[in-house]
């Protein structure tokens, strides 16, 4: 009988009660401000972080999860009798995570030939960001609680992240000047103009695929985007971050343009606030 273990990073902004209930084992990305170095989900929780990167003089700096991290995990997975182990890491493009585990997987079973055949590393690209990789992490461990083997939630997963679509709006440019992910000039022009950047997120790159002025039409222009994009059916998932109410303003407009409700909600932790700010609305779905 297959005995599976799932692994994902902080990055995939599962949240706490997930992580305790379908015994996730989330890695918690280190994060720096200045000259000190804290652990995301461990010193702090996402309310705190908002008001750290707020009062934060220039914008803190994350690192990737190292291969030694992984060769201990999997070392523990086996010993502790689990036939596989489906890692998710956050988007290859952007960390060196993924190649990291990649790595440990191979000195692993250097190091342990006789478990060649027995015992199996999943390590799976997420391609995204936050619930666009978390989402399925959490339904694959609900699917191996259910019954389901390994074979069923690999393909199920993989189907999600090679199709996963993330459309997300930060309420500030200030965040992404600083960070570079927007020059700064364009950044600060956009600033004064009002200017909210409708990014999107598919295959590991991110985009600029629209832009709207003014706040009241960021609900209205993601939930077209959205309704446009789904696959028939998807399941879908909010994102937002400080403002619990632009989720709720998203979840009133997708429910009434789907006709169902989303699958969940989530709030973005450290990897994505740092670069788009604490406050931002979008949802995660499989596109068509």
């Known amino acids: 009988m297959q005995k599976i273990k799932f692994i994902t990073d902080s990055a995939s902004d599962i949240s706490e009660q997930d992580e305790r209930a379908l015994g996730i084992h989330v890695i918690p990305f280190p994060v720096t401000f200045g000259e000190k170095t804290l652990l995301s989900r461990v010193d702090f929780d996402?309310?705190?972080?908002?008001?750290?990167l707020e009062a934060a003089p220039e914008i803190p700096t994350t690192s990737q999860i190292t291969v030694y991290q992984y060769g201990e995990l999997f070392e523990a997975a086996f010993n502790d009798g689990y036939t596989d182990v489906i890692n998710t890491t956050i988007n290859s493009e952007g960390s060196g995570t993924y190649?990291?585990?990649?790595?440990a997987a191979q000195m692993?079973?250097?190091?342990?030939?006789d478990a060649e055949g027995s015992f199996r590393i999943h390590?799976?690209?997420?391609?995204?960001?936050?619930c666009g990789y978390g989402y399925p992490v959490a339904e694959g461990a609900r699917m191996a609680r259910d019954g389901k083997t390994a074979e069923e939630i690999l393909a199920f997963m993989n189907d999600w992240l090679e199709n996963s679509v993330v459309y997300f709006v930060p309420y500030t440019l200030k965040?992404?000047?600083?960070?570079?992910?927007?020059?700064?000039a364009a950044a600060f022009v956009g600033e004064l103009v009002g200017l909210k950047p409708i990014m999107r997120i598919h295959d590991h790159a991110i985009v600029t695929d629209d832009k709207v002025r003014g706040e009241k039409k960021i609900i209205p222009t993601v939930t077209a985007k959205v309704k446009a994009d789904i696959r028939p059916g998807s399941p879908y998932v909010i994102v937002c971050g400080l403002n619990p109410a632009d989720g709720d303003a998203l979840e009133r407009a997708l429910t009434d343009a789907l006709g169902?409700?989303?699958?969940?909600?989530?709030?973005?932790g450290a990897a994505i606030a740092i670069n788009a700010g604490p406050r931002v609305v979008g949802a995660a779905f499989a596109g068509k």
């Open 99 to 103: 190649n990291s585990a990649c790595l």
């Open 175 to 184: 965040y992404a000047g600083k960070s570079g992910r927007i020059p700064s």
């Open 123 to 130: 390590n799976l690209d997420g391609q995204s960001y936050s």
């Open 260 to 268: 169902y409700p989303p699958a969940g909600r989530t709030q973005i």
């Open 108 to 113: 692993f079973f250097e190091g342990h030939p």
């Open 46 to 52: 996402n309310d705190h972080f908002y008001e750290m």
